[in-house]
Antibody
């Protein structure tokens, strides 16, 4: 059974860089059929796609966040990572990692989510 | 401001049938599949409907999805108190080259 698990600091200071990792277990991160992505959900609000990466390293970002986002993948460690720079309080959210296919939204495999608070 | 539009709330009584609409455009719902998710407080979204009207294994047939043009809807029949949750629609957006979500609908069972 495929599992995804987010990890990283739960508290980040304003103007610093948020860094999270999603570890994939029970399946291959190098599958040619899937993309690996990040989604966030501010407290009490809806879901927002941040970006996605293919195992080869090709990346696709939400234009609204593109200037601040970097997603990378390490297939040997079976994980992919998110970096969001110059964070503000508006970046406080639960961050999820999940899997999807090209031209399709996220499917049935999501991480449990991790709350990141931006505060001094 | 979400790309897909959903009403913020919906309600029904036990046993009733409720419908949650989702409106988009030609670059998303109009040309791609629609997915629906159910989310309980403090948990990750759970896939409820994929490819407009397909149910993953384990999802009761009380849940059904449909799509017409640039709109889609989720129907829940035989409403139960356990169906109280937030429901989100999603679709691929060709302009964004990525998935977009609706703002979510909070379902209350009266």
């Amino acid at each position: 059974q495929l599992q995804l698990q987010e990890s990283g600091p739960g508290l980040v200071k304003p103007s610093e860089t948020l860094s999270l990792t999603c570890t994939v277990s029970g399946g291959s991160i190098s599958s040619s059929s899937y993309y690996w992505g990040w989604i966030r959900q501010p407290p009490g609000k809806g879901l927002e796609w941040i970006g996605s990466i293919y195992y080869s390293g090709s990346t696709y970002y939400n234009p609204s966040l593109k200037s601040r986002v970097t997603i990378s993948v390490d297939t040997s460690k079976k994980h992919f990572s998110l970096k969001l720079s110059s964070v503000t309080a508006a970046d406080t959210a639960v961050y999820y990692c999940a899997r999807h296919q090209w031209l399709l939204p996220f499917g049935d495999y999501w991480g449990q989510g991790t709350l990141v608070t931006v505060s001094s | 401001q979400s790309v897909l539009t959903q009403p913020p709330s919906a309600s029904g009584t036990p046993g009733q049938r409720v419908t949650i609409p989702c409106s988009g455009s030609s670059s998303n719902i109009g040309s791609n599949f629609v997915f629906w998710y159910q989310q309980f407080p403090g948990t990750a979204p759970k896939l409820l409907i994929y490819r407009n009207n397909q149910r993953p294994s384990g999802v009761p047939d009380r849940f059904s999805g449909s799509k017409s043009g640039t709109s889609a809807s989720l129907a829940i029949s035989g409403l139960r108190s356990g169906d109280e949750a937030d429901y989100y629609c999603a679709a691929w957006d060709d302009s964004l080259s990525g998935p977009v979500f609706g703002g979510g609908t909070k379902l209350t069972v009266l």
